[in-house]
């Protein structure tokens, strides 16, 4: 049951992620005028959308305090790095952000050395 809910801290992180990212792009670009800002990140806590993301964060760090209980740190920590993975593909798919290769060989490495880094 430990792993379901490294997934699930897994996956509640990556939807927070895309969610946030799909309605700050559909809000436009932050005003220049202080008042303006306010307003602006005002209305965007109040975004549906937005508020389900930040519910996830809360849920995916329910989830994680859950894992654990039964996990040690350092063995659980590295599956996080599915979220690297997973976003800077969604990233690609759903916002056309560019997949370069050094970008992908930097995820690799990242991915490689939290690998090597939990077997110790």
């Not at 975004?47 to 659980?76: C, D, F, Q, R, Y």
């Amino acid at each position: 049951m430990s792993y379901f809910y490294v997934a699930l801290t897994v996956v509640l992180t990556v939807y927070g992620q895309v969610v946030l990212k799909w309605q700050v792009l559909k809000a436009g670009s932050m005003p220049e005028v202080a008042l303006d800002k306010l307003a602006f990140i005002a209305k965007l806590f109040l975004n549906p959308w937005v508020i389900s993301g930040l519910a996830a964060a809360v849920l995916a760090s329910a989830a994680w305090m859950a894992a654990l209980t039964k996990l040690e740190l350092s063995h659980a920590y590295p599956f996080m790095s599915a979220t690297f993975v997973v976003v800077f593909v969604l990233s690609g798919i759903l916002f056309q952000e560019p997949m370069t290769m050094p970008k992908i060989i930097g995820l690799g490495l990242i991915v490689s050395g939290i690998i090597v880094g939990s077997q110790g």
